[in-house]
């Protein structure tokens, strides 16, 4: 008997090991992730102050991911910073995320929670393109085309693009639409295409019904950002006209700009898109 309860005896003490884990390595990356929220080079007071531990407890552990090359120290300035390994475990980390596979579960879910169409829409070179559509449970809906290109005036997730993108890379896009498509009176001109923009961003959705280029639709779209805090992808809902609560402070709006900033931190943006602005 004695063999057994002992072997049983190692067999639990290992299951508890691994289930308490490594206490120091969670305290290291505790710091690592107070210096990631920091957004810059830091000293060891403010880092010790955003990971919630004494400066000296902090210097040991800084010391240890220094030689580990997750953290470097600029003797200049006796600052510390992410190191070069930390680095390359980003950039692997990026490689490795599929970002229309997290758009396409993210456009899901947000239709599971609104029960309305939604869709997902990624930057080519000639706009926006619908990649994929989800169709709610209810008798009336919205179908969207699967590879459908959207003009940037006449569309929700093309407003959200011209909103957020570098205007240099709009702009031409906008001129050649202004001439070409049938746009409300209040978009006719470059002029009130950029107050419209300037609303789109205040909001952090786009909202449209009227001028839609379909008749009877209407949709409402939010940004999606990347590592880079540079806009990714849009989450659209599209509704029959009449039917959707697009009030800023209805549920549609709430729980796509949730789904929004959700995505956004999956693939690395460090803040909310409230405060991106037009480059």
Not at 116 to 125: C, F, K, V
Not at 231 to 252: E, K, N, Q, S, Y
């Amino acid at each position: 008997m004695a063999p057994f309860t002992r072997k049983r005896h190692d067999t639990m003490n290992e299951e508890r090991e691994g289930q308490a884990g490594v206490q120091s390595l969670e305290i290291g990356m505790g710091i690592l992730r107070a210096m990631v929220k920091g957004h810059r080079a830091m000293m060891l007071k403010d880092i010790a102050a955003a990971a919630g531990m004494p400066p000296s407890k902090a210097h040991r552990y800084l010391v240890s991911l220094i030689r580990a090359g997750l953290v470097d120290q600029d003797a200049a300035t006796s600052r510390y910073d992410l190191g070069a390994f930390a680095l390359n475990i980003g950039m692997v980390a990026i490689d490795r995320l599929d970002r229309v596979r997290l758009g396409l579960a993210a456009i899901t879910d947000l239709r599971d929670r609104i029960n309305e169409t939604t869709a997902l829409a990624i930057w080519s070179e000639r706009g926006p393109v619908i990649v994929r559509w989800e169709r709610p449970r209810r008798a009336i809906t919205v179908n969207v085309v699967t590879g459908a290109q959207m003009n940037l005036l006449n569309s929700a997730s093309g407003r959200v693009f011209a909103a957020w993108l570098p205007n240099a890379r709009v702009a031409p896009i906008v001129a050649e639409e202004l001439k070409t498509l049938r746009l409300p009176e209040d978009l006719r001109s470059k002029a009130g295409v950029d107050r419209m923009l300037e609303r789109v961003r205040g909001d952090g959705v786009a909202a449209i019904s009227e001028g839609y280029f379909a008749q009877g639709v209407e949709a409402l779209a939010a940004p999606v950002f990347n590592l880079k805090r540079e806009i990714t992808m849009a989450l659209t809902v599209v509704g029959v006209r009449g039917t959707t609560d697009f009030r800023l402070d209805g549920l549609v709006v709430t729980e796509l700009k949730r789904a929004a900033a959700d995505l956004s931190r999956r693939l690395g943006c460090p803040d909310s898109h409230d405060d991106q602005r037009a480059m």
